[in-house]
């Protein structure tokens, strides 16, 4: 269960930005719903959710897991630790699940 730290999760997520076409994202402040208009469902991003995707489309040299783990946690102002960690990966997995983010 979860990410290690070293897989690339994020190249999929590249990818993916580039078709985000499928996906209606409304933002309320620091966190979103995202509307699947192929499968018609709709997802709640929490604030580390939604802080992992904007990261990742603001930061698009960033590619490695520790560069956007660590940029996230700047940007959260959290402390990068192993129940940070725990909750990140989480974060990645529901991105996953949801189409938003490829599988490792």
Same mark, same amino acid.
């Given at each position: 269960?979860?990410?290690?730290?070293?897989?690339?999760?994020? !190249? $999929?997520?590249? *990818? &993916? =930005?580039? $078709? &985000?076409?499928?996906? %209606? +994202? *409304?933002?309320? *402040? !620091?966190?979103? /719903? /995202?509307?699947?208009?192929?499968?018609?469902?709709?997802?709640?991003?929490?604030?580390?959710?939604?802080?992992? %995707?904007? !990261?990742? #489309?603001?930061?698009?040299?960033?590619?490695?897991? #520790?560069? +956007?783990? !660590?940029? /996230?946690? /700047?940007?959260?102002?959290?402390?990068?630790? $192993?129940?940070?960690?725990? =909750?990140?990966?989480?974060?990645? =997995?529901? =991105? #996953?699940? +949801?189409? &938003?983010?490829?599988?490792?």
């Amino acid at each position: 269960m979860g990410c290690c730290t070293n897989c690339d999760v994020f !190249t $999929g997520l590249a *990818k &993916l =930005l580039t $078709g &985000l076409g499928r996906f %209606l +994202i *409304k933002c309320f *402040k !620091t966190e979103a /719903v /995202v509307f699947d208009t192929t499968s018609g469902d709709t997802h709640y991003l929490s604030r580390l959710a939604y802080t992992l %995707l904007t !990261t990742r #489309q603001t930061h698009p040299d960033e590619s490695s897991y #520790q560069d +956007i783990f !660590t940029a /996230v946690a /700047v940007s959260l102002d959290m402390e990068p630790n $192993g129940e940070f960690r725990l =909750l990140f990966d989480e974060a990645i =997995l529901s =991105l #996953q699940n +949801i189409g &938003l983010l490829g599988e490792t």
